[in-house]
């Protein structure tokens, strides 16, 4: 994954930052492409969820392991179809929905066997990719796209405003959003600014069905100071 997503003080991600805090006491997690697993221990240690992951890296598979993590060696749809409706509480996609060829049937699946879907992607509306793409005429090569156009895992490239309208499409909800800039969490044009989107799904429900959502400790708005993890930014494209 990009090395360059914005970090607090401590050396922390952002992102990662924002799905400890929304993730809630005791959830049953998968986290699908979990890399060497520093999200998924982050989750065990502070919120105490019984995790699991899904890794296709075999390296990356043994550091996870050797973490105490439970973490199986895979590719993201393989194994989605074994487990039953419900079976955990979230299932985290963190910067890999991008590198997934079936991303409906992925996002399906997902959104089949958990409660919630948490996913974070690079956002190919960021300034400087626009930039790069309209001054150099190449496919744009940034912090947040650091790979040239023929060594990059990425299979699709998306927007901010590209997802919104795919959710809608696919009859998915957005429960909260999360955008972050170079410095940190962005509170305004997320999709120019934003080097990063992070978006909590779930189905739609019938309307006047009353919902519980996914925990909100904190509402307050965020500003790209780096000050503040929670709450839900305007939607200002």
Request: glycine share 10%; hydrophobic share 40%.
């Amino acid at each position: 994954m990009p090395s360059a997503i914005a970090r607090n003080a401590e050396g922390v991600r952002w992102d990662h930052l924002f799905i400890v805090d929304v993730v809630p006491e005791g959830a049953r997690v998968l986290d699908l492409g979990c890399g060497r697993g520093v999200l998924l221990k982050m989750l065990v240690d502070q919120k105490n969820v019984r995790g699991t992951g899904v890794e296709i890296v075999e390296e990356k598979v043994y550091d996870a392991v050797a973490k105490g993590l439970t973490v199986h060696h895979g590719d993201l749809t393989e194994g989605l179809s074994y487990y039953p409706d419900a079976s955990f509480d979230y299932v985290v996609l963190s910067q890999t929905l991008q590198e997934a060829r079936e991303t409906v049937g992925v996002l399906k699946e997902a959104l089949r066997v958990g409660r919630f879907v948490v996913v974070s992607f690079p956002n190919f509306g960021h300034w400087k990719t626009r930039t790069d793409l309209l001054l150099t005429g190449r496919a744009p090569v940034t912090d947040s796209l650091p790979y040239q156009w023929y060594d990059t895992p990425n299979v699709h490239f998306l927007t901010i405003k590209d997802f919104r309208v795919f959710a809608e499409d696919q009859g998915i909800d957005i429960v909260r959003s999360y955008y972050l800039g170079e410095r940190g969490p962005l509170s305004f044009w997320p999709n120019m600014r934003g080097a990063y989107g992070v978006f909590v799904l779930e189905k739609k429900t019938a309307l006047g069905a009353v919902v519980a959502k996914p925990g909100k400790p904190d509402d307050r708005a965020q500003t790209d100071t780096g000050r503040g993890v929670s709450g839900e930014p305007r939607a200002v494209e």
